[in-house]
Nanobody, 123 residues
């Protein structure tokens, strides 16, 4: 199975973007999806996560109320809707799959990572 993140781009502060994370190949059971980001010179940071059935979600405090994570298992795709973007949201965003199905904020719990997509927010 592979993950492909897409939807990044450049926007002005206050704008919106929707990132997608598509899984291809033979998926393994009921996996959770997490979004992480990494800005230049900074450590990887948890953004949001969602369980297989979407009954559990988790968000970093820095994005609560602005970002929404969702998924459509019929399309093997998860989404990160990002509203009210700020310059500090600028980073490479990664999606990852956690095969125990737990939407954890701990990056080392994730089993599979996609390539990143760049998000740039200008002031």
């Amino acid at each position: 199975v592979q993950l492909q993140a897409s939807g990044g781009g450049s926007v002005q502060a206050g704008g919106s973007l929707r990132l997608s994370c598509s899984a291809s190949g033979r998926t393994r059971g009921s996996y959770a999806i997490g979004w992480f980001r990494q800005a230049p010179g900074k450590e990887r940071e948890f953004v949001a996560a969602i369980s297989w059935s979407s009954d559990m979600t988790a968000y970093a405090d820095s994005v609560k109320g602005r970002f929404t994570i969702s998924r459509d298992n019929t399309k093997s795709t998860a989404y990160l809707q990002m509203n009210s973007l700020k310059p500090e949201d600028t980073a490479v965003y990664y999606c990852a799959a956690e095969f125990q199905g737990i939407p954890t904020p701990l990056f080392y719990e994730y089993d599979l990572w996609g390539q990143g997509t760049q998000v740039t927010v200008s002031s």
